[in-house]
T-cell receptor
């Protein structure tokens, strides 16, 4: 089954404790991205990657890092999480950077206390 | 600066009636427009799309209309069903490939 898989689904952590949210897709998609969803703000792009070893900032990249060492994986790294990063995070993948449909993971609910 | 605006945060309709969800965008260079549907505790799922060369695309109960001169698109759901109750996101993309989303509209379909 074609899918985008995120882990964990839920995470509660403390301020400053590094964490990684994993994202994996099995569709051989080139383009992957991370979004956060906050009440009243919709979905905002954090980082994106057009292919292996090619990443760039989205609209709200502060406090986040990403890497794309393999085509299928695109982890989101919070080196020193803060309470304002409490949010619902979604990973998405698309076949390419053209006019294509994005497929989303199930989401990761992160709470930073 | 919001490039994609969904000005109504919520909409409530009676089962069987039409739901009309609106979306406005600011950049005339956008050339592909999509609607996503999101249930609680799930990721957004693709619903329907339209390219800038068309003004209407239909898929079953769902129709998307594009008015390029007004930079406006709308999603029509006919007839609405209780299972359609969800958050609907409008999204746009163009030459830079970035997918930009609106804030979403919460649709409630009353039985």
């Amino acid at each position: 089954e074609a899918q985008v898989t995120q882990n964990p689904r839920y995470l509660i952590t403390v301020t400053g404790k590094k964490l990684t949210v994993t994202c994996s897709q099995n569709m051989n998609h080139e383009y992957m991205s991370w979004y956060r969803q906050d009440p009243g703000l919709g979905l905002r792009q954090i980082y994106y990657s057009m292919n292996v070893e090619v990443t760039d900032k989205g609209d709200v990249p502060e406090g986040y890092k990403v890497s794309r060492k393999e085509k299928r994986n695109f982890p989101l790294i919070l080196e020193s999480p803060s309470p304002n990063q409490t949010s619902l995070y979604f990973c998405a993948s698309r076949p390419d950077r053209g006019l294509s449909v994005a497929f989303f993971g199930q989401g990761t609910r992160l709470t930073v206390v | 600066d919001q490039q994609v605006k969904q000005n109504s945060p919520s909409l409530s309709v009676q089962e069987g009636r039409i739901s009309i969800l609106n979306c406005d965008y600011t950049n005339s260079m956008f050339d592909y427009f999509l609607w996503y549907k999101k249930y609680p505790a799930e990721g957004p799922t693709f619903l329907i799309s339209i390219s800038s060369i068309k003004d209407k695309n239909e898929d079953g109960r769902f129709t998307v209309f594009l008015n390029k001169s007004a930079k406006h698109l709308s999603l029509h759901i006919v007839p609405s069903q209780p299972g359609d109750s969800a958050v609907y996101f409008c999204a746009v993309t163009g030459a830079n490939s970035k997918l930009t989303f609106g804030k979403g509209i919460t649709l409630s379909v009353r039985p």
